[in-house]
T-cell receptor, first 114, second 114 residues
Framework: GDSVTQMEGPVTLSEEAFLTINCTYTATGYPSLFWYVQYPGEGLQLLLKATKADDKGSNKGFEATYRKETTSFHLEKGSVQVSDSAVYFCALSFNSGGYQKVTFGTGTKLQVIP | NAGVTQTPKFQVLKTGQSMTLQCAQDMNHEYMSWYRQDPGMGLRLIHYSVGAGITDQGEVPNGYNVSRSTTEDFPLRLLSAAPSQTSVYFC?????????????FGSGTQLSVL
């Protein structure tokens, strides 16, 4: 079945460091890919998405490129801030039997220290 | 901008008790869903609905009931709570449930079953 594999956390970085969170997926066909972010005590919110191969999603300095050949959607940011501390979820989405089937990774906790 | 509203935020139950988690959205979204979030397992789909009067099972439906009498509301019922249902529950919605649409999440309900 479909699956999403994320790098295990927690990831601890100093402010202004470069961030990469790896995400690879297994799926039949070509899903839409998402990164969601969860701040403490809150629900998930969309960070960025890409709906076809070679698309790049970007938002708030974060970027991820849909790589069909490596089935990956790695999240990057050039200079992290303390306010980026959160849990990041990679997800893929298909339409399956009339509903939006979303498969989430297990999440990667990021801690940014001043 | 209310978005997706969940109540209560916290709940403690004894084994065998029943309760209803409330979810309401004010965006006129057709698609609504319930997820549970457990450590190391990401989010798993419990039940979903593609419109008023239409519901179906997700990945982990046992022990839960749902109904959708209006577009706005999608309550989740625990029939006889068990310790295995201790989790954080999220309600989510999207406009039409298509694979390229983002999900809007509520802020979650933390449930403990003793």
């Amino acid at each position: 079945g479909d699956s999403v594999t994320q790098m295990e956390g927690p990831v601890t970085l100093s402010e202004e460091a470069f961030l990469t969170i790896n995400c690879t997926y297994t799926a039949t066909g070509y899903p839409s890919l998402f990164w969601y972010v969860q701040y403490p005590g809150e629900g998930l919110q969309l960070l960025l998405k890409a709906t076809k191969a070679d698309d790049k999603g970007s938002n708030k300095g974060f970027e991820a490129t849909y790589r069909k050949e490596t089935t990956s959607f790695h999240l990057e940011k050039g200079s992290v801030q303390v306010s980026d501390s959160a849990v990041y979820f990679c997800a893929l989405s298909f339409n399956s039997g009339g509903y939006q089937k979303v498969t989430f990774g297990t999440g990667t906790k990021l801690q940014v220290i001043p | 901008n209310a978005g997706v509203t969940q109540t209560p935020k916290f709940q403690v139950l004894k084994t065998g008790q029943s309760m209803t988690l409330q979810c309401a959205q004010d965006m006129n979204h057709e698609y609504m869903s319930w997820y549970r979030q457990d450590p190391g397992m990401g989010l798993r789909l419990i039940h979903y609905s593609v419109g008023a009067g239409i519901t179906d099972q997700g990945e982990v439906p046992n022990g839960y009931n749902v109904s959708r009498s209006t577009t706005e509301d999608f309550p989740l019922r625990l029939l006889s709570a068990a310790p295995s249902q201790t989790s954080v529950y999220f309600c989510a919605s999207s406009e039409r449930g298509r694979s390229n649409e983002k999900l809007f999440f509520g802020s979650g309900t933390q449930l403990s079953v003793l």
